[in-house]
């Protein structure tokens, strides 16, 4: 339906959890609804997360609607021995996998409240056929360091849960999870989604480059000297509000088209 498709904010109300739970949902289906924008999803797989401040609780996509559909009423809230704790307002559940894969990472990075994997055509390219992502482009220089995860299969238990938390360590805020697709995690939604924006980028550089089947020339890479000069004079402030900036920006095209995020706007 229209309400359905164009008011992200519809339904919230205190029995969400209050404000704390319904600022959190409006800006994590404000994430899934920018991920279309971008051209990141890929029908109704991949997951992004987001945990709600001063709980043990992650709010994660219900498994079956399409990004475009996803509201923050929609949104599912489980725990991180992944039982469900309110379905939200569908009858779609969760997917096991995204479980999975997110509550390996939230158990083990209390530093990461979000977290966004997505199955993006030039990510997806890169995740199988490269080892690492080199400096090429200024937009790497933000990405390291980036970790990485073999393909063990499609992932459906908790046996996997180890291996995935390893391999994505502390500072670490990218991953390439090879044979698969991208992850990303910030101390917030926004920081999670610009990571995920130069993430992609570089791998659709990568792409366009031909750099996925060839080596990238040395005199291509940026020189450590000139990577650590231009981030000690970038104007980012990484340590506060990395992200937010670009996220309102973004938030504002789907308030102007009518889609009523009900995102916190700062400024």
Known sequence: SAKLLFNLSSGIN??????????????????????????????VYGHISLRIPGTDHLLINPYGMHYREITASSLVKIDLDGNLIAAGSTNY?????????????HEVRPDLSALMHIHSRAGMAVACTVDDILPVHQDAMYLRP???HKFHGIVTDNSEKRALAADFPAPSKCM??????????????EEAFLYMYYLHNVCQLYVDAGYTHKPVPEDKI????????SMEVDEVNYDKDFGEMDFEALSRQLDYAGLETGYPYKS
């Not at 559940?93 to 990472?105: D, E, P, S, W």
């Not at 999870?177 to 101390?187: C, I, N, Q, S």
């Not at 020189?223 to 000069?229: C, D, L, N, S």
């Open 14 to 43: 205190a029995e969400y959890g209050g404000r704390v739970e319904a600022e959190a949902r409006c800006k994590l289906a404000t994430a899934y609804r920018l991920t279309n924008y971008a051209d990141w999803d890929a029908l």
């Open 93 to 105: 559940g969760f997917q096991k996998t995204g479980y999975v894969i997110h509550t390996a990472l």
């Open 222 to 229: 940026i020189p450590e000297e000139v990577i650590k000069m």
């Open 176 to 189: 390439l999870m090879h044979g698969h697709g991208l992850m990303t995690g910030g101390r917030t939604i």
């Open 146 to 148: 980036v970790s990485h």
